[in-house]
């Protein structure tokens, strides 16, 4: 068996003292589209940013592994430069650096070395047709301003010209009209191919009709209460999550009892 | 427009901490007395109206107590400074005639190349007390345009000068305006005709060599009606172990639809006081814009003002603070609307970094009868650690109903988020901090000549070396 491209192994993590995510494990190879799907407060977001590691978001058990080597002991900027990526749900504006800037500088941490410019203006431009943007679009200060389309954009936007291989995507159909989430959806089907993974973060099946996963999970309480294939988002889509965990909160009473 | 000198902003810790062998022709002795102002003036040959001023100006200053608002000046002991430093006794037009170690200096600094290149309308350069070089392109000379030491303005514009010497800024404004009255010596005398646009910018250089001076410059600028000129100054001083003290005075007299720019990048050594008076009045229709990076002294006070007299006057004070280790700026701005339609902004930036401090200090004034003045106040101020301070203390007095204001003050931390979300894109801790640090100082730095901006962001990023993470 060939090593996974990414694995999480039983993790817990904290937000303060409190336990948000408890025993997650999941494994994406490379090709792979995984959904994870959970209602509010399951622990979607916590999960998202304790895999690059922000420092509020403290792993207190189980493993995280990147081609095989653990990554929980690294920053967030080696974890980047390593092929992990996340787009934010609420991306933070640095007003007074323009996107240009910021996206050049990025690039060329990924690649460990400056990326001559005129390659740099040839990547750009072909994401940013892909994309449907306008070019004055990265003279604009990082995320500065912008819209919440603009911003899942500019999420995107970056996933292309990073090429990342794994990258976990926080609800970036939140807040996305039916045009603007088809626009996304395409950036990200052309970024996926046989050598990276994503792991799609989402409350709402929707993204999922224009991403297909390979994988669903459903997340409750910190866990992973079930997973199947695409069928299983059509069912929460239909019935909402209240049927599945009621089974599991049954299933899980039982074995208590 | 663009200045090709190399700014006076370090590129090691402080790169212009050398100083010359001090070869002062004449150097008064320590302290401040009768005498000391009385010989200043003999030595000048000035007129006698010059020498009272001079002398109400010691009074006032010996009356008035020390501040105890701002920074900490207790620690300033006026009995052990030099008030006079004569390095050469010509005031040159060509370099070739400078002497050699003073050209020496400037050319470390990069001003003669800079002006060679014709990238400069005019250069003064003053070591120590007085002005040893000042010439202007011939084409503007001949339209009648006035760029000189003050100290000759006074001699060959006696007229002109005593009209607009101490007016804006009475001998009796505040204790260190009067010191300067009492003691000036040196600065800038420009006056620009009607009509008459300088294309690009005139700059001076001041330049502390001697220990344990003070230097006490002093700049007249008159812009005709019509007129245009940006002036430029740059200040630098060796590092010694005991204090010097700048404490200049500038006025400037902007004339109907006139527009002056007065840019300074002041990157004393962290021995100097600097407590500088710098006001302007805006008649109808003209346009004075203060551009004020601070990065150097051991403590700044400094607030240049525009006073709006005439309807559809228009100010503006772009000011940039910068405060490391054992630094103190306290600095801001001030606007006075005395006149309807006027209009100004203040935008201020401050950083602090590894005990560093910052303080903004404003007053937004808006006198009954000025009706429909817009201004807006804008501070920021970012503290890139624990051990840093920051402090804002904006005034608002406005007596007329009909005013549009705007104002916003932040004071914040290295955000968190911010440097989480570009180190997610592989960033390291230090780019990500140097990101947002570039980021922030971004409108101000904009507005400055290309070499200014470029080295000032130069200048910001190696503060924070070693500083972070």
Not at chain 1, 100 to 106: G, M, V
Not at chain 2, 134 to 161: S, T, Y
Not at chain 2, 266 to 292: F, G, H, I, P
Not at chain 2, 309 to 332: C, I, N, R, T, Y
Request: with cysteine; glycine share 8%.
């Amino acid at each position: 068996m060939s090593t996974p491209l990414f694995e999480i192994d039983d993790l817990h993590v904290n937000v303060g003292n409190k336990p948000i995510v408890k025993g997650l494990s999941l494994r994406v190879d490379a090709g792979e589209v995984h959904a994870i799907m959970g209602p509010n407060g399951s622990g979607k977001s916590t999960l998202a940013n304790a895999l690059l590691g922000h420092p509020r978001y403290r792993v207190t058990d189980g493993d995280v592994r990147f081609k095989g080597e653990s990554i929980l002991k690294e920053s967030p900027d080696k974890r980047a430069r390593r092929g992990l990526f996340l787009a934010f749900q609420y991306p933070t504006d640095v007003p007074g650096v323009s996107m240009i800037n910021f996206l050049r500088r990025a690039v060329s941490a990924r690649r460990g070395q400056e990326i001559p410019v005129r390659e740099f203006r040839q990547q750009l431009q072909a994401a940013l047709t892909t994309l449907h943007m306008d070019e004055q679009f990265v003279r604009r200060y990082v995320n500065d301003g912008f819209s919440g389309g603009e911003k899942k954009r500019a999420e995107i936007l970056q996933l292309g010209l990073l090429q990342p291989e794994m990258a976990i995507m926080d609800e970036t159909d939140s807040g996305l009209d039916i045009d603007a989430l088809r626009i996304v959806a395409e950036g990200i089907n052309a970024f996926h191919g046989e050598s990276n993974g994503i792991l799609l973060i989402t409350h709402y099946q929707r993204m999922l009709n224009y991403v297909h996963p390979d994988r669903v999970h459903v997340l409750a309480a910190g866990r992973i209460v079930r997973s199947g294939d695409f069928s299983l988002a059509e069912q929460l889509e239909a019935e909402g999550y209240d049927p599945i965990l009621e089974e599991v909160a049954a299933a899980e009473g039982a074995i208590a009892s | 427009m663009t200045t090709a000198s190399k700014p006076p902003i370090s590129k090691a810790a402080y790169e212009f901490g050398f100083h010359d062998k001090e070869e002062a022709l004449l150097k008064l002795p320590k302290g401040l007395s009768r005498e000391v102002v009385n010989t200043i003036s003999d030595l000048k040959s000035e007129p006698d109206w010059m020498r009272e001023l001079r002398l109400r100006g010691l009074e006032h200053f010996l009356e008035r107590p020390m501040p105890q608002w701002g920074g900490h000046l207790n620690d300033l002991d006026f009995d052990q400074i030099h008030y006079f430093v004569r390095a050469t006794d010509r005031d040159e037009q060509s370099w070739d005639d400078v002497p050699d170690y003073i050209r020496d200096t400037y050319d470390k600094l990069g001003i003669p190349e800079a002006e060679k290149k014709g990238l400069l309308a005019g250069v003064g350069a003053q070591y120590d007390s007085e002005v040893v070089y000042h010439n202007i392109r011939k084409d503007l000379e001949e339209k009648g345009v006035i760029f000189m030491g003050a100290d000759q303005g006074l001699q060959e514009h006696e007229d002109l000068f005593r009209e607009h010497f101490a007016r804006l800024i009475p001998v009796n404004d505040n204790k260190f305006a009067a010191l300067n009255t009492a003691v000036w010596s040196g600065g800038s005398f420009i006056w620009v005709p009607e009509g008459v646009k300088v294309d690009v910018p005139l700059q001076a250089y001041f330049r502390i060599n001697s220990e344990d001076m003070g230097q006490f410059e002093r700049t007249i600028i008159i812009a005709e009606p019509g007129s245009e000129v940006h002036y430029v100054e740059g200040c630098t001083a060796p590092v010694y172990s005991s204090d010097s003290l700048h404490s200049a005075v500038v006025e400037i007299i902007v004339k109907p639809g006139a527009k002056v720019r007065y840019t300074t990048i002041q990157n004393w050594s962290n021995n100097v006081y600097n407590l500088v008076t710098k006001r302007a009045v805006a008649q109808e229709d003209a346009v004075m814009t203060w551009v004020d990076g601070n990065l150097g002294s051991k403590l700044t006070m400094k607030y240049p003002s525009v006073y709006l007299m005439g309807p559809g006057a228009h100010g503006e004070v772009l000011s940039l603070a910068f405060a490391g280790k054992g630094q103190h700026q306290d600095a801001g701005a001030k606007m006075v609307h005395a006149a309807p339609s006027t209009t100004s902004v203040i935008n201020s930036k401050s950083l602090a970094i590894d005990g560093g401090r910052t303080s903004y200090r404003g007053l937004l004034k808006v006198y009954e009868g000025a009706t429909d003045v817009r201004a807006t106040v804008r501070c920021d101020a970012l503290m890139l650690d624990d051990k840093s301070r920051s402090d804002t203390y904006p005034t608002m007095e406005i007596d007329e109903k009909r005013v549009s204001i705007g104002h916003e003050a932040t004071v914040s931390k290295l955000g968190e988020e911010q440097l989480f979300y570009l180190m997610s894109r592989g960033l390291t801790e230090e780019q990500a901090a140097k990101m947002i640090v570039n980021g922030f100082v971004e409108p101000v730095i904009k507005e400055l000549p290309m070499e200014y901006a470029v080295e000032l962001n130069r200048l910001v990023e190696l503060q924070m070396e070693g500083a972070i993470g």
